[in-house]
């Protein structure tokens, strides 16, 4: 155990926290959490080595990479946490705050920055947010302006023309494009999966041209807006969507220009160009270097597999790693492709499969105490490995199907903004508890984002399967000519939807 002072907690203060595992239904003896909070997914060889020592000291050796490119460690004790946090410090990262844990609309905190972790990478990249994701992060850790919001805001950034960071689902979202000669932002605002009130809802575009020097200036003040105007009466009506809601965005817009003491330029063209989460190995922008995207499905990995990852990427690469809104691990810098690919192989990192393979995310219901078995990670898991080894890849691909799953309703993993979600709950049939899942099909990010329709509810987990089965064979037999799976299910009313789902 490291070297502190017990009495020197305030030193951690509003930079560092754990949070509560402790709920009724869960059984996996974790009573904290802690979510190391990785900024826009960046971190070296020796800084994975150290989380992977934390995790095997602390976490039973498991770590779970999240859906906002943060690394988290379950079974944590309290007694063992400013040894952790020093520890922590000595690596360079802080925690998320955790204020929802806190009855009320307050102690609201900024989540992890998040950012397309191929920024600086990507052949076709608009702008690279990193410089911006760096800025706003450093301004706001710890800061005590932001740590009682009256609940917790999202940033997120994608430069790259795919919005690869569900930045529809953030508070603020920055887009990377074009105006003529000139590149820079848009901006979304408002956007959540959850069901908070007043319910899902994708970001609303400002239509305004941000150049990068203003960026930052912006997104403050917005986050300011959040911070006194979000409503403090109730816990349910405090995310920023609700304000956004209730003003509308020239509301917002007005306010902005206020504080700023300057019009917008406006923006009237396209934002997200096409749909990508970096999946596989891709060359780089960088001549003769190539990114390997190692698909995880569902984030979970030993302590022993991350210090592999990152002896590779010391080896190999240049002693960098990212982590991906899709749960993944990418290893940029790549020269010698075949000899990495070599190396994962040994260690049953398989870079075989479609895109569906990297596309499709669980959350962490074992241990947030509101699901029993079987959990939506191995429910996701499942269900993608069986479409993997019954249905063509060219298909799978050509079809844009993409699986997200929650084990309860609060939406963490975005179940509404998938091709096919799955959102679970605890039900009483016969007399016995079940864990069983609502159907939600026809979501999905990129150019046209759009939320899913509750089309099934209160499957029982082990007829998922079969449903998803029968409804991907009828999407074969009746899609018109390249119809993607979204547009598919889209194009059918729920009843139609429904009869899909039905052995005939």
Sequence with gaps: MSKFDPTDIEHYLGRYSLGRD?????????????????????????????????????????????????????????????????????????????????????????RNVICCPVSGLEKEEIINGRPLME?????????????????KFK????????????????????????KGDEIGYTLFIGGSAGSTQPGPRLAKPLRVFIRPDEAFDVGIKIIEIHRDHSNRESKIKARFKWLVSEWGTEKIKEMLIEKLGRPFEAYKGPTFLYNSNHEGIQLQSQEGKYYINIPLLGGRLS????????????????????????????IPDIENKDDVIKKLEERNFSLKGPKLKWSSIGCSSDFCGKTIEPHVKQVVANIVNYIIENYEYKLLNESGIIIQGNGC???????????????????????????????????????????GRVTERRIPSDQLIEKISLLIDNYITKRQDSEKFRDFCNRHSIVELQSFLIKK
Excluded at 31 to 53: C, E, M, N, Y
Excluded at 304 to 325: F, K, Q, S, V
Excluded at 421 to 440: A, D
């Design 155 to 178: 940033f997120s950034i994608s430069g790259c023309g795919s919005d690869c960071v569900r930045g529809v689902t953030n508070d603020l979202a920055y887009v990377g494009v074009k």
């Design 409 to 451: 309703p609060n939406h963490c993993c975005a179940s509404n903004l998938a091709e096919i979600g799955f959102s679970g709950m605890v039900t009483k049939i016969e007399g016995k508890q079940l864990q069983v899942y609502n159907i939600v099909l026809g979501g999905g990010v990129g150019p046209n984002a759009i939320l």
């Design 303 to 330: 302590s022993d597999d991350m210090i592999y990852l990152a002896d590779i990427a010391e080896n190999y690469g240049t002693a960098e790693l990212r982590l991906t809104p899709t749960q993944n691990i990418i």
């Design 22 to 110: 402790s709920n009724p239904m869960n059984i996996t003896d974790s009573l904290h959490f802690l979510r190391v909070k990785v900024p826009g997914g960046f971190l070296t060889s020796k800084q994975f080595h150290g989380i992977a020592d934390l995790v095997k000291k602390y976490s039973k050796g498991q770590a779970e990479i999240t859906d906002r490119e943060d690394i988290q460690l379950h079974w944590v004790r309290s007694e063992d946490s400013l040894a952790i946090f020093k520890e922590m410090e000595d690596l360079g990262f802080t925690t998320d705050m955790c204020g929802q844990g806190f009855g009320g609309a307050r102690y609201g905190d900024p």
């Design 135 to 151: 800025k706003l992060t450093k301004y706001l850790i710890g800061n005590p302006d932001f740590l009682d919001m009256p609940k």
